[in-house]
């Protein structure tokens, strides 16, 4: 114990008063300060901006999905299956991420009801390796389209990627069309495909599941693309018009159907499904 410290205890002060460190959230989009409570009551959207932040895979399922929905059983796959290293072991990387997160992967897959309609409800969450695309993202949406499909309901899938995980290489890759396949059973069987795009959509989940609902929704100011605006605008050589690649954006282009606020999202599927199947028997 050093001298300061004996000295400061003989004077008999009360320790400082301890603060939680998540009181506040800066929002990245205006940069203010607010209450990390008030933000998460908000669904964590800004009050001041109205800029949407991420969320989790429970958040969002909770957000759509009515009480009592189960979870179904992540797919079990092979892991690191090239024994891929780059500036660490990939099995490390799958750790690290199961370590800061409640699933064992990136995709999640809820089944109940959204107000009284029959649906399935795929979530991918980026803050799993950056929602990418592997082996068992590919294995959970296919399981939940099958579900789906036994169901015989609306299979609603939330995106949220930065691409294929190139430390499956040419295996997540494969998932890009197993995805595709999937979605045309779907259509084949009559059953509704809603696919909701959220921050970020990007590389080959856009080129693949995320582009081929019936309806595509957006949330404000979501980004959705394919590569990365630096690396068209170096391509091209042309300056990129403003909000590019973004959801109003391609809202305007007819890339995507409606932009639709986080508080009105389960509303705005209840009422797509209202046109799109009937409602689930009481």
Same mark, same amino acid.
């Given at each position: 114990?050093s001298?300061?410290?004996?000295? @400061?205890?003989? #004077?008999g002060?009360?320790?400082k008063r301890?603060?939680?460190?998540? #009181? ?10 607010l209450?990390t ?11 001041r ?7 989790g ?11 009592g929905?189960? #979870?179904?059983a992540q797919? +079990?796959?092979k892991?690191d299956p090239?024994k ?8 490390d990387?799958l ?10 992967d ?11 309609h ?5 979530v991918q ?5 950056g ?5 068992a993202?590919?294995m959970a949406f ?7 499909l036994?169901r ?13 995980? =190139? ?9 890009m069309?197993?995805?595709t396949?999937?979605?045309? @059973?779907?259509?084949e069987?009559?059953l ?12 080959g989940?856009?080129a693949?599941?995320? =582009?081929l609902?019936?309806i595509h929704i957006?949330?404000?100011g979501?980004?959705i693309g394919?590569?990365?605006? @630096? ?9 990129l018009p ?5 959801a109003?954006?391609l809202h305007?282009?007819g890339?995507?159907d409606?932009v639709?606020?986080r508080?009105?999202?389960?509303? +705005?599927?209840a009422?797509?499904l209202?046109f799109?199947q009937?409602?689930a028997?009481?």
């Amino acid at each position: 114990m050093s001298w300061l410290t004996r000295v @400061r205890n003989s #004077l008999g002060l009360s320790p400082k008063r301890a603060t939680e460190k998540d #009181l506040w959230i800066k929002c990245p989009s205006c940069q203010e300060m607010l209450f990390t409570k008030e933000y998460q009551e908000n669904l964590a959207v800004c009050p001041r901006c109205d800029h949407h932040g991420r969320i989790g895979a429970d958040e969002r399922l909770a957000l759509l999905l009515d009480e009592g929905f189960d #979870l179904l059983a992540q797919p +079990q796959v092979k892991e690191d299956p090239l024994k891929f290293r780059d500036t660490k072991k990939y099995t490390d990387r799958l750790k690290q991420a199961r370590a800061n997160n409640p699933h064992e992967d990136a995709f999640s897959v809820g089944s109940g009801t959204i107000d009284g309609h029959n649906a399935v409800v795929g979530v991918q969450d980026f803050s799993f390796m950056g929602g990418s695309m592997g082996m068992a993202v590919g294995m959970a949406f296919c399981a939940g389209a099958e579900r789906a499909l036994s169901r015989k309901c609306a299979y609603v899938v939330c995106t949220a990627a930065g691409g294929a995980r =190139m430390q499956e290489g040419i295996l997540s890759l494969m998932q890009m069309p197993r995805a595709t396949v999937m979605t045309r @059973r779907l259509r084949e069987a009559g059953l509704p495909y809603i696919v909701v795009l959220t921050d970020p959509t990007t590389g080959g989940v856009t080129a693949s599941y995320a =582009m081929l609902g019936d309806i595509h929704i957006a949330e404000p100011g979501c980004l959705i693309g394919f590569a990365g605006q @630096r690396v068209i605008q170096d391509t091209i050589r042309e300056k990129l018009p403003e909000g590019f690649q973004r959801a109003e954006y391609l809202h305007k282009h007819g890339m995507v159907d409606m932009v639709v606020h986080r508080k009105d999202l389960k509303a +705005q599927l209840a009422n797509l499904l209202d046109f799109l199947q009937p409602r689930a028997a009481a």
